[in-house]
């Protein structure tokens, strides 16, 4: 896995101080870890497809599992749930080794993108049914039923069948079904995927709701960067087979560990240059120009800077200097909320986001200045994982 060379790339001090206080609440959370999964490898015949997979999800936090088709996100989640025996490497719910327990004995709730309920049952009966093969006592289950039905609020919708209600509705159904056991760990496989595109992030704000108010521990699989954005405590990426950055979603977009995540994670200018004066700023002399950023590295390195478009701002022409690049507009796209603008700048094209300009016009051939603040500008290490 391509990581940030630490001789070459050093994080700022901030960064720095961040990563003891998270290795010191792991150290604090350990007890309050649900599901360790302790270098687990999973094959299809001799394909390697998961290699040694080390995850902690905390009690009550929700885990988005994200990445490029074929990464593994499917595998793993079946792992965990217990559709496929890893090949090397452990899984504990709660510190209970899982190897050899079938599915049903590991108390995981699983909500399928298909929704999965039975047609012939009612709302009320899909939920209770999970609870009618434990074999529950009648009244515990109606009062158990009432509960769910009311917290997913399908109440006046219990005595209906799956067909008569909403994709959103009954995948609140299947949600519902999931939580009826209580289960130690949620496994949401793309809950959203089937639901139109204004309808998902509604639903998706429920679940969280949800998610949150019952503290129920969670992996989500997702392959929408919004999604996981918008509903998890921290996300794992996934690229062939292993984890290339797990983080809370804003580190992941602030600072990804590499261009492959820079650009999975949004947007990115990426500007190949070289360190040309280090002190309190560290210069970085690209073919656009001189960006300048907070974080250090050797001079003389060769690194990738990172810029998110919404971090170029716009101004008048003005001569070039350190973290102010002298650009041409060559287009512009007005998406109402925002206007995404491309510059050339010295051959270099740079694309800047600007929000609330109603009454802004770029023209191409315009002459600007483009401006980068050296806190927005994040170093990669040259070539690791492009
Ligand atoms: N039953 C199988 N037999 C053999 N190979 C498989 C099987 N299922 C998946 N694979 C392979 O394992 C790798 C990981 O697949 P997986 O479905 O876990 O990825 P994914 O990240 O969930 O992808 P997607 O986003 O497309 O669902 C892929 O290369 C896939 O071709």
Request: aromatic content about 4%; glycine content about 10%.
């Amino acid at each position: 896995m391509a990581l940030h060379n630490e001789a070459e790339v050093r994080m700022p001090a901030t960064t720095r101080s961040r990563a003891a206080d998270v290795a010191a609440a792991d150290a604090r959370t350990e007890a309050d870890v649900v599901l360790a999964m302790r270098g687990v490898t999973v094959d299809y015949g001799a394909t390697r497809v998961l290699h040694e997979i080390d995850l902690s999800v905390r009690r009550g936090e929700l885990i988005a599992l994200l990445g490029p088709s074929g990464s593994g996100k499917t595998t793993m989640i079946r792992t965990i749930a217990g559709f496929a025996e890893p090949a090397a490497g452990q899984l504990l719910l709660h510190g209970r080794d899982l190897a050899g327990v079938p599915v049903h004995r590991r108390n995981i709730g699983l909500v399928f993108q298909s929704y999965a309920l039975f047609p012939h049952l009612s709302v009320a009966d899909n939920i209770a049914y999970p609870l009618k093969v434990q074999k529950k006592g009648r009244a515990a289950i109606k009062a158990r039923v009432a509960e769910l039905v009311e917290l997913v609020q399908l109440a006046g919708h219990a005595g209906k069948r799956p067909a008569r209600l909403s994709g959103g509705q009954q995948q609140r159904v299947s949600l519902a079904r999931a939580l009826a056991m209580d289960p130690e760990l949620l496994l949401l496989d793309e809950p959203l995927s089937n639901l139109d595109a204004n309808l998902r992030r509604e639903v998706g704000e429920e679940i969280r709701r949800l998610q949150q108010r019952t503290g129920t521990t969670t992996i989500m699989v997702t392959h929408d960067r919004q999604e996981a954005f918008g509903m998890a405590d921290r996300m794992a990426v996934l690229r062939e087979g292993r984890i290339e950055q797990l983080d809370t979603p804003r580190e992941v977009y602030r600072r990804p560990v590499n261009a492959f995540m820079a650009g999975f994670a949004g947007d990115a200018n990426l500007l190949s240059g070289t360190v040309t004066a280090t002190g309190e700023l560290t210069e970085v002399t690209t073919a656009a120009g001189v960006l300048v950023t907070g974080d250090e590295a050797a001079p003389g390195a060769d690194v990738v800077v990172l810029v998110r478009p919404e971090d170029v701002r716009i101004e008048p022409p003005a001569p070039a200097g350190p973290g102010l690049l002298a650009a041409t507009i060559a287009e512009s796209f007005f998406y109402g909320s925002s206007l995404v603008v491309q510059a050339d700048a010295a051959g270099t094209r740079i694309q800047a986001l600007v929000t609330g300009t109603a009454s802004t016009r770029f023209e191409a051939g315009q002459q600007v200045s483009l401006r980068v603040d050296a806190r927005d500008a994040v170093l990669l290490p040259r070539g690791a994982g492009a």
